[in-house]
């Protein structure tokens, strides 16, 4: 019973940086009107370099991997597996894309006034993730001596 491997995007695309995005805005395992309100005023899918359109083909894409990868019943306790969410952020590893993707989730994950269990663990896996290989003297996949 092998699974379909989730698509996969040049690194630092627009693509890769907007499927983070995308995964936060479904890490709690809906997509409130007030984010994707959110989304469309602070414009974000053209400051991923997307227009809405692409952005929103990459967020069906998204959605339609995650249900092959990790079939479950989406409700307020819906979790990603972090190794998954690994995954997916190893796509991007530009420091400055990096810390605009973390902006950017944050911005969208508040917009509802409200963190869930699965928001939460989305940006705290992304904010390890990221500061872990960005913050190694020779940078991204660095491996410690000794």
């Known amino acids: ?9 040049p690194a630092n695309s627009p693509e890769a940086a907007a499927r983070i995005v995308a995964l ?3 890490a709690d395992g809906h997509v409130s009107l007030i984010e994707i309100d959110t989304l469309q005023r602070q414009d974000i899918a053209c ?3 997307l227009s ?5 083909e990459v967020l069906h894409g998204l959605c339609e991997d995650l249900l092959v990868q990790c079939p479950m019943v989406w409700n307020d306790t ?3 597996d972090p190794r998954l969410i690994g995954d997916l952020l190893d796509e991007v590893d530009d420091p400055g ?9 944050r911005t969208v994950v508040e917009a509802d006034a409200h963190v869930a269990d699965g928001e939460a663990l989305m ?9 872990r290989r960005l913050s190694s003297p020779t940078g991204a996949g660095s491996r410690p001596r000794g």
């Open 52 to 56: 809405a359109e692409a952005f929103r």
């Open 123 to 131: 940006l705290s896996t992304a904010f390890v993730h990221w500061h």
């Open 1 to 9: 019973d092998r699974k379909t491997p989730m698509r996969s995007y």
């Open 78 to 80: 819906a979790r990603i």
């Open 47 to 49: 400051r991923l370099g």
């Open 97 to 105: 894309l990096c810390a605009e993707l973390i902006h950017l989730c």
């Open 24 to 26: 936060a805005l479904v």
